[in-house]
């Protein structure tokens, strides 16, 4: 079977070269065509099919030059994995882009910043990059996209109206790049999460006229679900990782792209359906920094950045539910519902936002208290230790006597 399945995979990657070749003259004469959605499921299918076709080259360069994750006692994964999975998706994702032919000058800013820190990421996955030059590229990087115009406009046209929207936009552009770069911790969970938030994103850009941005968040989708094939498998391990490059790329797009769009006629509303989209990250990022701030555990921002610890949103998720798949795909649900509420919001008015906003607040305070109740009990079983009943040592000394003998 072993056997059988390893000739089938290294049949897949001519095969698709082959039907890709063939349906490439179809997929251009149908990008003409006026409809939003058949447009945005041609470039949802052109990036994940190249993204399966580069994921095994990738794999192939990244063993060679033994960039891979080792396995230690703060990670999850016990082998040598691969890295670099995410330069796959953004190759996948600029080739969408260039074949639909969305040559916006925000776009052309775009992919600067998404080069500068795909790359900057990938050489941290080879050499090793200090927390603090991550930050600074990460930086300069949200620097160009705000050059290029992507800025949030909600405040007033005056001097300190636009110098806060611009430290707004620099705070959520990097806050969620990082956010996603600490969601890489288990299999599936960064792209899983980045396939749906991308797609709903990509539903809504289409429902509202936003068709540029649409059809960039849907090529970003399509990459993520072609990268999952390869490390997210229900039976067995993740043959490749994302890598450093591959998380910053994925936060600092979907991050981008939600200040690009107009994701509803009221602008309060638009404002907050991307913050409802990317409820799990933003409450992670909240979580971690609170906590590891109440308990001492950090005392600086350098000491935050690099800080890395098994206190995170997934991690209590995973905990909870007992097992790293359930605890994944608990959380791409809860995603694709907040996602769904997004999508109804469009033609609400505010109240309605802050309505939903109200609930997803109060849903994340529960789960909050969950995790603590759960903490203090596994503190509280710990600390028992070996203060066991009579009775209790008794049957244990007599299993141990009867596998002595």
Request: with cysteine; aromatic share 12%.
């Amino acid at each position: 079977m072993t056997r059988l399945t390893g000739r089938i995979s290294v049949l897949i990657q001519p095969a698709m070269i082959v039907v890709m070749g063939m349906l490439l003259p179809y997929w251009l004469r149908e990008l003409t065509d006026p409809s939003g959605w058949q447009r945005a499921t041609i470039i949802f299918a052109f990036a994940f099919a190249c993204t399966v076709l580069l994921v095994p080259m990738v794999k192939l360069v990244a063993d060679r030059l033994h960039v891979v994750d080792e396995p230690d006692e703060r990670k999850v994964h016990t082998v040598s994995t691969p890295l670099w999975g995410g330069f796959a998706i953004y190759v996948a994702m600029i080739a969408a882009i260039y074949l639909v032919g969305i040559y916006y000058p925000r776009i052309r800013w775009l992919i600067m910043a998404l080069t500068l820190l795909t790359f900057t990421g990938m050489l941290d996955d080879y050499r090793g990059v200090s927390a603090l030059t991550r930050l600074i590229v990460q930086g300069l990087a949200t620097a160009l996209v705000i050059h290029g115009d992507v800025v949030l406009t909600f405040l007033p046209n005056t001097w300190w109206g636009v110098s806060l929207e611009y430290a707004l936009t620099a705070l959520w552009i990097i806050g969620l790049t990082n956010a996603f770069n600490f969601l890489d911790g288990y299999d599936g969970l960064a792209a899983g999460l980045t396939l749906v938030a991308a797609f709903a994103m990509g539903a809504i850009g289409l429902k509202v006229g936003s068709l540029g941005y649409a059809q960039i968040a849907f090529a970003l989708a399509g990459g993520c679900l072609g990268f999952l094939l390869f490390n997210f498998k229900m039976r067995s391990r993740a043959e490749i990782f994302l890598g450093d490059g591959g998380s910053t790329l994925l936060g600092f797009s979907i991050a981008s792209l939600a200040v690009m769009g107009s994701w509803a006629e009221d602008q309060w509303v638009s404002l907050s359906i991307p913050l409802i989209i990317l409820f799990a990250p933003i409450y992670d990022m909240f979580l971690i920094t609170v906590g590891r701030i109440y308990s001492g555990k950090v005392h600086s921002f350098r000491e935050w950045i690099e800080y890395t610890g098994k206190d995170h949103f997934h991690h209590r998720v995973v905990n909870l539910l007992g097992n790293a798949r359930r605890g994944v795909t608990a959380i791409w649900l809860l995603t694709a519902l907040v996602g769904i509420d997004g999508y109804i919001l469009i033609d609400s008015p505010l109240s309605d936002a802050l309505l939903i906003v109200g609930k997803y607040v109060m849903v994340f305070a529960v789960l909050t208290w969950v995790f603590i109740l759960r903490e203090r009990h596994e503190k509280a079983v710990a600390a028992l230790g070996e203060k066991q009943t009579p009775s209790v040592r008794l049957i244990a000394g007599r299993g141990v006597r009867k596998e002595a003998k």
